[in-house]
């Protein structure tokens, strides 16, 4: 056995070098003592949970004290319901999901826009207007479809990604004749008073894309600046 630092010849069972000092390594020795350890590191404990049970306790607190008010004062459900149907929009809509640890968008996404939805037809039967069907149906209904088809596109499917963002995008301009044709029916008016400029915007956008995808040295560029 021989010293790790100087080469002096060591004799058996010494625990220094008796020239420079050093400790003595032995190999034997070493590899049968473990030199990490066995434990696995806890898991860090994730702050999600306390945070979204104290929203959650938040907006029951909020609607629960606005019910007591309208029943006290006002012998009926009154206004309340807008706010505790609010409250529930607001988290099985949009916080709900965040209790579960692998989200799945594609059930979310609609669940969020069918809650609204139901929560604009509540608004439309007890303020007894006529504008849901024509009006607030369509327009929910189409934005939950182009953003659940964007999703579906951006979580499936890789490739060509600035393609199907300009397709996406064309499509998402197109939609806004669509809501003012919506809103010339419901609430009358002329038509083409402000749908033409979302459409030729993200029209624009969205043929460029086009045009950037279907060139390869022009979406190979565009990819490595995006990161995509």
């Excluded at 404990?45 to 008010?69: D, E, H, K, N």
Aim: hydrophobic share 50%; net charge positive; with cysteine.
């Amino acid at each position: 056995m021989y010293c790790v630092r100087c080469g002096v010849r060591l004799q058996e069972g010494v625990e220094r070098c008796p020239l420079c000092q050093t400790p003595v390594w032995n190999p034997e020795g070493a590899a049968a003592e473990p030199s990490f350890s066995d434990r696995y590191p806890d898991p860090p404990r994730s702050r999600r949970y306390p945070i979204m049970a104290f929203i959650a306790a938040l907006l029951a607190a909020v609607s629960l004290s606005c019910l007591i008010y309208c029943l006290t004062n006002e012998h009926g459900v009154s206004w309340s319901g807008y706010v505790m149907l609010g409250c529930a929009l607001v988290y099985f809509g949009f916080l709900f999901p965040f209790w579960f640890k692998r989200r799945e968008p594609l059930l979310f996404v609609p669940l969020a826009f069918l809650l609204t939805g139901g929560y604009l037809l509540y608004v439309c039967l007890k303020s007894g207007g006529r504008w849901y069907l024509s009006f607030a149906f369509p327009v929910t209904l189409l934005a939950g479809a182009l953003t659940t088809a964007g999703v579906a596109f951006f979580r499936f499917g890789k490739r060509r990604r600035l393609l199907k963002t300009g397709i996406l995008l064309v499509v998402i301009g197109c939609s806004a004749m669509l809501i003012e044709l919506f809103q010339c029916i419901t609430f009358g008016g002329r038509m083409f008073t402000w749908s033409l400029y979302p459409v030729c915007g993200f029209s624009l956008i969205g043929l460029f894309l086009i045009l950037c995808g279907l060139i390869p040295p022009w979406r190979e560029y565009l990819e490595r600046r995006l990161f995509l």
